[in-house]
């Protein structure tokens, strides 16, 4: 679980009148104009002028401040980043019932940020988090029962938080449920419901809800197949970047589905989820290069293609690589591997 706490311009805009009342020692005043100066609102930005008003607001026990000055040192704003620092800060406004603190703790007892790991630590958080009607952190709650993160499993009371979450539109518990119902996860499975959650998660233009939509219309799964209507929902996945719906457009118009057969238009899309690391496209973008479909035939990037997918685990692509090396030169191989491990270091350091 993937954890940055961020500060958001949450506050007020700045006036003369905001910077009057922070002036006078008003806490609340203090961390909007900190704010303010962190994203350069009416003011030029300045990061350690940031840092001094929120660390005012702060010390006077206000717990937005607390949380908002435990973001600037978990994210070295104005200040060295440091991890225990912005997780003791967190901890005095989550301590005082902020709920947004409360996720965040949970949040860092999750993945041992400033304090050790501990997932039940961290659960308790998030109960307190999630009973105040915060969407992610019911969100989260339901991960953990799904899971049995900190709590023994339970597959009911994981859809039971994640629908208090997806009744505030919370896309990501959409999409949570939508997975309970598609597998029977705490509810009988139902994938007509399945479906309609996806279609409210991706309604809201959320990139996995599209997909994954665009995956029913594709395969016939809870709703009539329809391969355009697929079409239609990865396009609006891929053009928001997502790697799987790029590849699954790529599919598409290999095989002709929703869309005519056109090979370069389907290397296209391979080679944009390829390049984001997508093991899948790889694998379809080396089999291009290696039977000239869309590219003009290459066995130095298709064994560099097959090689970046093996390295992620992919067998296909690994079986497909030694199949291929047999037909080339040694000179040819090493070429390849370069390539390969040339682009794996690039896209690592993307990352």
């Not at 007020?12 to 704010?35: F, M, V």
């Not at 030694?322 to 990352?351: H, P, T, V, Y």
Request: charged content about 30%; some cysteine.
């Amino acid at each position: 679980m993937k954890f940055q706490p961020l500060i958001p311009p949450d506050s007020e805009p700045y006036s003369s009148e905001l910077a009057a009342r922070a002036a006078r020692g008003e806490a609340a005043a203090q961390r909007a104009l900190g704010i303010c100066y962190v994203f350069g609102i009416g003011v030029d930005k300045d990061e350690k002028e940031a840092l001094c008003w929120v660390r005012k607001g702060a010390e006077q026990n206000h717990a937005p401040a607390q949380r908002s000055l435990g973001a600037f040192y978990f994210n070295g704003i104005g200040i060295e980043k440091d991890e225990k620092e912005a997780a003791r800060w967190i901890r005095k406004a989550a301590d005082q019932g902020d709920a947004p603190a409360q996720l965040s703790l949970g949040n860092c007892y999750f993945n041992g940020i400033g304090v050790e790991n501990d997932e039940e630590e961290a659960v308790r958080w998030y109960r307190k988090a999630a009973e105040q009607g915060g969407a992610d952190a019911q969100n989260i709650f339901g991960f953990c029962y799904r899971h049995g993160n900190g709590v023994q499993k339970d597959g009911k009371e994981a859809v039971r938080w994640y629908r208090k979450a997806a009744e505030l539109g919370h896309a990501d518990a959409l999409i949570n449920l939508a997975e309970c119902y598609g597998a029977g996860i705490g509810v009988e499975k139902d994938e007509k419901e399945a479906v309609r959650f996806y279609r409210l998660a991706a309604e809201q233009g959320d990139a996995i809800g599209e997909l994954n939509l665009g995956i029913c219309y594709k395969d016939g799964t809870g709703v009539q197949k329809n391969h355009q209507e697929a079409v239609r929902w990865f396009r609006k996945a891929a053009a928001q970047n997502q790697a799987n719906a790029q590849g699954q457009l790529g599919v598409c118009y290999h095989k002709g589905y929703g869309v005519e057969k056109n090979a370069q238009e389907a290397v296209r899309w391979f080679r944009a989820a390829a390049e984001q690391g997508d093991e899948i496209a790889e694998f379809n973008l080396g089999l291009c290069h290696e039977e000239g479909m869309g590219v003009p035939k290459s066995f130095i990037e298709a064994y560099k293609w097959f090689n970046v997918a093996a390295a992620q685990g992919f067998e296909d692509a690994a079986k497909a690589r030694d199949k291929l090396a047999k037909k080339m030169s040694r000179e040819d191989i090493s070429n390849a591997q370069r390539l390969s491990l040339e682009f794996m270091e690039e896209l690592n350091g993307r990352k």
